[in-house]
């Protein structure tokens, strides 16, 4: 039978209508969450106080007040950098080739021209040292460009690696140099080297090829020697091997390794090459007996020639030695640092002049070869000293570079012209000034403010190195901080520094100083800082303490540390839950306390806020370390209090001392409360259901009268205006009716309790809404035989609470079904019909079935066919026997007539 069920084609149509409902919430709520936590996360100011300052080199923002004291924030080496290089830009400076301004190297005392050559060295050494802090890589990279755009490159026409930079250029005249040093071919790697990007940065072939070109053309026939494994000072000299060139040749390789964006096959090169140039340098160039390097080998061979030891030459040996040492990062050399030593002992013993702070150079035998102090020399000097004091922590070198450092400035500075002169002969300065020795001071200068920046400060209170963010009771406790002031070059060497100026700014929470101690470190780098908690402090957390230390050759290190001041009652529990309370209400707050005091203490309990009414209450608090002290109050909210969150304050006193003042955020809401607001769940369209709400008028003294309403989108609107007297706790009950005329699987109820048009209290809830009837089974037959009877079975529930009267239809007319009503629950109903009688009817007979209420409404229709089939009584009695019956008739007649004919023969 095939029928139309409009019941089932609804409910499927309202379930795929709450499939796509519930994807559109889903959709929106994932959406709305995401716009929350960006609106939270990303937004929010962030107003927490963080204790995470104990880390040593924390960096703060506090401003340290200096109160025009400049030497905490300025080293001593670059206080002269500026005019220095107004000297030089505005004495030396030539604008040979177009887009590239040069420098010259020689001039007088006034920065008068006293040569007119160009060199490379020179040029380039001055974006590495005094002009390296005002550009950036990309100046720098169109700098190497500019360069090599200019006469002072060299690209000749067949071998690849027949280029480099010459070593200089006469600007009047234009004739050049065309010897291209090693060293002026190195000092391009080291410049591009510090703006190296890391390989995945879209310049970094950009940096990374010059780089490589330049290395590969030192280790090339143009420079190196595979026979010896030694580098040549300038390209395809057959003639002398020189220590200076190829100590500058080691320190390129180990600035190539320390680089961590290089290419692992520039890495390997470099790695290869340091190493073998130190052992061929160590095996040939190096005093075994008396310590240091020769200056050079001999004609064609690697014996020394002239084994004087020069002061440059043996201060980069220094530098070059500590080098290699210090970048085995694993299993350090140990022979490469005592090797340095030795040179600095020996140096420090024979050619130092502690009248001026200065060194000459040495004979093989290490005797002064002249009364000549060398600024260029001396400026590497320097550098060597600050190295092995990086190394070791020895403050011997360190204190070393300094006299060398004041010599210099005292001695070689020009105070009236600025720049340095290039030496002192025999006591009298030669005041010329050669650009490349005022280079390599500045470039000593810079090396000493890096390890003028290694200083750190640790600071632990009261020795404990874990207590972060201590608590300290006033009145009672001493802060007690341990500091250590120490250089720190990381994994080699520490130096705890002593004698230096130690400074202590105790602040507030909101940043406001109020104690400042200024102290010294001992001979050891330490300080321990007192300080008595008064009872005066305000109790709270965020106090910080910045500690600062700086001593002249020593850069200021600070740290901040984070501390709270307690009166040692700390809260336990007991009104963490409490989040609201009503005008009116009477309340009895208890709370525990735990004292870590070293007494048992009397104290003054109350509560004050806005909104209540409260007296004072004495309490006493017992010592009891892990045991609370429970103490209670009863305070009375106000009639009249605003409905806000309100702030209330715990507080206990002893005097005007204050001890404890815990700090919550309380909801007062109105003095009407409702509570076990209780309803059917589940509604049947057009039925009525159950809903009741109890009141609370917390008003002690007044009677309050409102409006209770119950509405929602197809529920009957309830509204009642009601009174209760104060003190009074009512419940009230409605039945409330659903409207029939609805077709969606859940309504809103919303409960407003209002005052003069005020909404004190408003709860939305949500009901199951069922449809009246479910339609569990439907069957007509879809053939029956002719005269037979066709029976419709139907099984329906009544969701319903009550019988409800029906009529079935069949095309219209009423028939008589097993029941007349539907009685809650499972209901089954048969009806029975007899399509036809006429034992020739064969057609198909069409129905059209409606069960309908009382009141004639629709509540379920079917439409069926069924078609006629021949019976076998009407086929026996219809079709077979008229058939049968005159055949048979006409066979007995015929029958007797032949044995009438038999009987007459």
């Known amino acids: 039978m095939n029928y139309h069920n409009s019941?089932?084609?609804?409910?499927?149509?309202?379930?795929?209508?709450?499939?796509?409902?519930?994807?559109?919430?889903?959709?929106?709520?994932?959406?709305?969450?995401?716009?929350?936590?960006?609106?939270?996360?990303?937004?929010?100011?962030?107003?927490?106080?963080?204790?995470?300052?104990?880390?040593?080199?924390?960096?703060?923002?506090?401003?340290?007040?200096?109160?025009?004291?400049?030497?905490?924030?300025?080293?001593?080496?670059?206080?002269?950098?500026?005019?220095?290089?107004?000297?030089?830009?505005g004495n030396y400076y030539i604008n040979r080739w177009s887009d590239l301004g040069t420098y010259f190297r020689e001039g007088d005392i006034d920065g008068d021209i006293t040569s007119d050559l160009i060199y490379s060295l020179d040029n380039m050494?001055?974006?590495?040292?005094?002009?390296?802090?005002?550009?950036?890589?990309?100046?720098?990279?169109?700098?190497?460009?500019?360069?090599?755009?200019?006469?002072?490159?060299?690209?000749?026409?067949?071998?690849?690696y027949d280029i480099g930079f010459i070593e200089s250029v006469d600007s009047s005249t234009g004739v050049k140099n065309y010897k291209r040093n090693l060293i002026d071919n190195l000092i391009p790697i080291s410049l591009l080297l510090d703006y190296l990007p890391s390989q995945s940065n879209p310049t970094y072939s950009d940096f990374n090829s010059p780089i490589s070109e330049m290395f590969l053309l030192a280790i090339s026939p143009q420079f190196w020697n595979d026979t010896y494994q030694i580098f040549m000072d300038s390209n395809s000299s057959s003639n002398y091997f020189y220590t200076e060139s190829n100590l500058y040749g080691i320190l390129t390789c180990l600035e190539i390794i320390q680089n961590s964006y290089v290419s692992s096959s520039l890495f390997d090169l470099a790695h290869d090459y340091a190493g073998n140039v130190m052992d061929t340098l160590m095996n040939n160039l190096w005093d075994d007996a008396n310590y240091g390097f020769y200056n050079r080998t001999a004609y064609q061979s690697l014996n020394p020639e002239?084994?004087?030891?020069?002061?440059?030459?043996n201060a980069l040996g220094i530098i070059a030695l500590v080098?290699?040492?210090?970048?085995?990062?694993?299993?350090?050399?140990?022979?490469?640092?005592?090797?340095?030593?030795?040179?600095?002992?020996?140096?420090?013993?024979?050619?130092?002049?502690?009248?001026?702070?200065?060194?000459?150079?040495?004979?093989?035998?290490?005797?002064?070869?002249?009364?000549?102090?060398?600024?260029?020399?001396?400026?590497?000097?320097?550098?060597?000293?600050?190295?092995?004091?990086?190394?070791?922590?020895?403050?011997?070198?360190?204190?070393?570079?300094?006299?060398?450092?004041?010599?210099?400035?005292?001695?070689?500075?020009?105070?009236?012209?600025?720049?340095?002169?290039?030496?002192?002969?025999?006591?009298?300065?030669?005041?010329?000034?050669?650009?490349?020795?005022?280079?390599?001071?500045?470039?000593?200068?810079?090396?000493?403010?890096?390890?003028?920046?290694?200083?750190?400060?640790?600071?632990?209170?009261?020795?404990?190195?874990?207590?972060?963010?201590?608590?300290?009771?006033?009145?009672?406790?001493?802060?007690?901080?341990?500091?250590?002031?120490?250089?720190?070059?990381?994994?080699?060497?520490?130096?705890?520094?002593?004698?230096?100026?130690?400074?202590?700014?105790?602040?507030?929470?909101?940043?406001?100083?109020?104690?400042i101690q200024h102290n010294t470190t001992t001979i050891y780098g330490n300080h321990t800082f007192y300080y008595k908690i008064p009872t005066t402090m305000p109790i709270e957390s965020g106090y910080t303490v910045l500690i600062f230390a700086n001593t002249t050759y020593f850069g200021m290190a600070k740290i901040t540390k984070s501390f709270t001041i307690s009166s040692g009652i700390e809260y336990y529990d007991g009104i963490d839950y409490v989040n609201s309370l009503y005008q009116g209400q009477r309340v009895n707050i208890?709370?525990?306390?735990?004292?870590?005091?070293?007494?048992?203490?009397?104290?003054?309990?109350?509560?004050?806020?806005?909104?209540?009414?409260?007296?004072?209450?004495?309490?006493?608090?017992?010592?009891?370390?892990?045991?609370?002290?429970?103490?209670?109050?009863?305070?009375?909210?106000?009639?009249?209090?605003?409905?806000?969150?309100?702030?209330?304050?715990?507080?206990?006193?002893?005097?005007?001392?204050?001890?404890?003042?815990?700090?919550?955020?309380?909801?007062?809401?109105?003095?009407?409360?409702?509570?076990?607001?209780?309803?059917?769940?589940?509604?049947?369209?057009?039925?009525?259901?159950?809903?009741?709400?109890?009141?609370?008028?917390?008003?002690?003294?007044?009677?309050?009268?409102?409006?209770?309403?119950?509405?929602g989108d197809y529920i009957i609107k309830y509204s009642e205006?009601?009174?209760?007297?104060?003190?009074?706790?009512?419940?009230?009950?409605?039945?409330?009716?659903?409207?029939?005329?609805?077709?969606?699987?859940?309504?809103?109820?919303?409960?407003?309790?209002?005052?003069?048009?005020?909404?004190?209290?408003?709860?939305?809830?949500?009901?199951?809404?069922?449809?009246?009837?479910?339609?569990?089974?439907?069957?007509?037959?879809?053939?029956?035989?002719?005269g037979s009877s066709a029976t419709f079975l139907l099984t329906i529930h009544n969701n319903k609470n009550i019988p409800i009267g029906y009529t079935l239809k069949i095309n219209g007319q009423a028939v008589k079904t097993n029941s007349i009503e539907l009685l809650p629950g499972e209901n089954r109903i048969e009806a029975t019909i007899t399509p036809t009688i006429n034992p020739y009817d064969f057609s198909t007979k069409s129905y059209y079935i409606t069960l309908e209420d009382n009141s004639g409404n629709l509540i379920v229709s079917y439409y069926g066919e069924v078609k006629?089939?021949?019976?076998?009584?009407?086929?026996?009695?219809?079709?077979i026997l008229p058939i049968l019956i005159p055949i048979g008739i006409v066979l007995f007649f015929k029958n007797k007539e032949i044995k009438t004919k038999l009987l007459r023969r």
């Open 323 to 515: 080098d290699f040492y210090t970048f085995k990062e694993t299993t350090p050399e140990e022979t490469h640092l005592n090797n340095a030593i030795k040179i600095f002992e020996k140096t420090d013993e024979s050619l130092y002049q502690g009248a001026y702070g200065l060194y000459y150079s040495g004979s093989s035998d290490w005797t002064p070869i002249n009364n000549i102090f060398d600024l260029e020399a001396n400026a590497y000097m320097i550098k060597a000293c600050l190295k092995l004091f990086e190394a070791t922590g020895n403050i011997t070198y360190y204190e070393r570079a300094q006299d060398i450092f004041e010599a210099f400035e005292d001695d070689f500075y020009d105070d009236i012209n600025s720049g340095y002169y290039k030496e002192i002969v025999s006591g009298t300065p030669n005041t010329e000034k050669n650009f490349l020795s005022n280079l390599r001071v500045t470039e000593a200068y810079l090396y000493a403010v890096d390890i003028y920046k290694m200083t750190e400060i640790f600071a632990d209170f009261n020795f404990t190195k874990d207590l972060t963010n201590p608590k300290y009771l006033f009145n009672q406790d001493t802060i007690k901080i341990n500091i250590t002031y120490r250089y720190n070059s990381e994994r080699f060497a520490l130096y705890n520094i002593s004698s230096a100026d130690i400074t202590y700014v105790l602040r507030y929470a909101n940043g406001t100083e109020f104690y």
């Open 590 to 711: 208890s709370l525990r306390l735990n004292n870590t005091r070293k007494d048992n203490i009397n104290l003054n309990f109350t509560i004050e806020s806005n909104s209540i009414q409260c007296g004072i209450k004495e309490v006493m608090i017992e010592n009891r370390i892990n045991n609370s002290t429970t103490i209670w109050i009863n305070f009375t909210i106000d009639d009249i209090a605003e409905i806000e969150m309100t702030k209330f304050h715990f507080i206990l006193r002893n005097g005007t001392t204050k001890f404890f003042d815990y700090e919550k955020d309380i909801s007062i809401e109105n003095g009407l409360h409702y509570f076990n607001l209780l309803y059917d769940s589940i509604v049947v369209r057009g039925d009525s259901f159950f809903v009741s709400v109890c009141l609370t008028n917390f008003l002690a003294n007044t009677t309050q009268s409102f409006n209770l309403t119950f509405s």
């Open 125 to 160: 050494l001055l974006y590495d040292t005094l002009r390296g802090n005002e550009v950036d890589g990309t100046e720098i990279l169109e700098f190497y460009n500019q360069m090599k755009a200019t006469p002072l490159w060299y690209s000749g026409d067949t071998d690849p």
């Open 306 to 313: 002239d084994e004087n030891k020069d002061l440059k030459v």
């Open 721 to 786: 205006e009601l009174t209760l007297d104060k003190g009074e706790t009512k419940t009230f009950s409605y039945e409330l009716l659903l409207s029939e005329n609805i077709y969606v699987d859940k309504v809103q109820l919303e409960m407003n309790i209002s005052k003069s048009n005020i909404v004190l209290h408003n709860k939305i809830v949500e009901i199951t809404v069922y449809q009246e009837f479910l339609i569990l089974s439907a069957s007509f037959p879809s053939s029956v035989p002719q």
């Open 7 to 89: 019941f089932s084609t609804q409910w499927k149509l309202n379930k795929r209508g709450k499939k796509r409902f519930l994807s559109y919430l889903i959709i929106s709520m994932i959406l709305f969450n995401f716009a929350v936590v960006n609106l939270f996360f990303f937004n929010s100011p962030n107003n927490s106080v963080t204790f995470e300052n104990d880390i040593v080199g924390n960096k703060d923002n506090s401003t340290i007040k200096t109160q025009g004291d400049i030497a905490l924030l300025q080293d001593p080496f670059t206080t002269n950098f500026k005019d220095l290089w107004e000297f030089f830009n």
């Open 868 to 879: 006629i089939e021949l019976s076998i009584m009407n086929l026996v009695l219809f079709y």
